[in-house]
């Protein structure tokens, strides 16, 4: 069997500067998304939904909260050799640096590896969107005789020069790789894609950054200290002296990088189909499992909204938005476009007298909330006016941080009542 032949390795990324302040106090792969999940259950669920159980997902940076959640949430067995571990970059006498890159990052955590009996690594990003069956793809890996298998998704011309750029022949097998070439080079880097694809106008391959390494090969590659990331050296470097095969795929997929791709990610899940699917229970996304009661409306229109278990709503209107767990919102305010990510606990009436509470968690009455993300835990008080929108500038202060128009209300702040950001 073909997973009983895979080790899973998930990236978990640097200190994931182009999503603060999201990423402030959390690990990027430990960012709630889609009201419920974490970023990191996407290639885990991907994993257990392919018959892949043995996973490890590497970490440097605020990993206390990734650790929670993925020992709160991911429990096989115990008659079965599954597991998802995490490894945070840790000083040796041998090495006193961090991870220095991708690459990097597996090379330092080899030993943990090799202590296990697998031939094939699964390389995997912690903030990528999509659902794909990586059997089949290590399938096709074996089947093809090839070394190293990079999943490739066809792309058009204005998205290829934001992208590695492979070119592969009638085989699938990879001849050359560019690192986001120009608009000018790209005639001579078309690949052979799909009807449809071409329809489409995309007929550049870029790489998805999912790889498939015969144990092997990647043990030897780890030798040389003077190679930190796959995408920029390991990849170009490999394509000339192994077998690389091109594994295409064409459903959705979108690389979570900074705030305006994540907003638009959570966005999409209001959509009346969206692309990516939440409820098709052979593409199951799993998280955490909370005993949370039924959400609660009263007197609120809601269009195109997506909301999570235990919250307590009576909003005017919620429009295209997505409402996390045990979110608040209290009477007559309209709530438009915006992510919010919900609290971590529920405030008690003997808290709120006890510490003498004035603003509640979530959002007060008679608030206006437009083009936002609001982080876990914030605090917004009554008649709060944010509109968010290419109108503002990108700016900081200790509350919110505005990026390409999105306004973010940061982690656990508290937003005076009257308050007006727009």
């Known amino acids: ?24 106090d959390r690990s ?6 889609a009201g419920k999940y974490r970023l990191v259950d996407i290639p885990i669920s991907n994993c257990i939904n392919s018959d892949i159980k043995r996973m490890f997902v590497l970490t440097q940076f605020n990993s206390a909260s990734l650790n ?30 961090w991870f220095q890159g991708t ?12 202590s296990h009996d697998f031939e094939y690594f699964l390389i995997l990003s912690g903030d990528q969107l999509y659902q794909m069956d990586y059997q089949q793809m290590i399938r096709a890996h074996q089947e093809n005789g090839a070394e190293i298998s990079i999943a490739t998704i066809p792309v058009n011309a204005k998205e290829a020069t934001e992208f590695g750029i492979l070119k592969s022949d ?40 999912i790889y498939v390494f015969n144990k092997s090969l990647l043990t030897k590659l780890m030798e040389s200290p003077d190679t930190n990331d796959f995408g920029k050296e390991i990849i170009p470097q490999a394509i000339d002296k192994h077998k690389t095969l091109s594994y295409q795929y064409e459903g959705y997929w979108t690389d979570i990088g900074n705030i305006d791709s994540f907003f638009e990610a959570n966005i999409g899940l209001t959509a ?17 499992a909370r ?16 909301i999570a278990e235990g919250c307590i709503i009576s909003a005017a209107k919620i429009e295209q938005s997505v409402i996390g ?16 990510m919900g609290c971590d606990h529920y405030e008690t009436l003997e808290e709120i007298d006890k510490n003498k509470v004035e603003i509640l968690m979530g959002i007060g009455q008679r608030c206006f909330i437009k083009n936002a993300i609001i982080d876990k835990n914030c605090r917004i008080g009554d008649d709060v006016r944010i509109n968010g929108g290419k109108h503002l500038e990108d700016t900081e202060t200790d509350t919110y941080f505005v990026k390409d128009g999105i306004v973010v209300i940061k982690k656990g702040a508290v937003i005076p009542k009257n308050t007006t950001i727009q």
């Open 170 to 209: 009638d085989a699938n097998v990879i001849k050359s790789f560019i690192e986001k070439p120009s608009a000018d080079l790209l005639p001579d880097w078309t690949s052979e894609v799909s009807d449809e694809m071409k329809n489409q106008g995309r007929n550049y391959l870029a790489s998805m950054g």
């Open 68 to 97: 929670r959640h993925i020992k709160n949430t991911y429990h096989f067995s115990f008659f079965s050799s599954a597991f998802v571990d995490v490894l945070a970059a840790e000083q040796t006498p041998q090495n006193k640096t």
């Open 325 to 340: 767990i045990r979110s608040r919102i209290g009477d007559d305010s309209t709530i438009i476009n915006t992510y919010m």
């Open 272 to 288: 009346d189909i969206p692309q990516f699917d939440l409820y098709d229970k052979k593409k199951r996304i799993y998280t955490r």
């Open 291 to 306: 005993m949370l009661p039924t959400t609660k409306l009263a007197g609120t229109i809601l269009e195109k909204t997506v």
């Open 28 to 33: 990027k792969p430990a960012v709630p998304i």
């Open 103 to 114: 690459a990097d990052a597996v090379r330092q955590s080899m030993h943990h590896f090799l």
């Open 1 to 24: 069997m073909i997973n009983n032949k895979v080790l899973a390795i998930i990236l978990g990324g640097g200190q994931g500067s182009r999503l603060y302040p999201l990423t402030k």
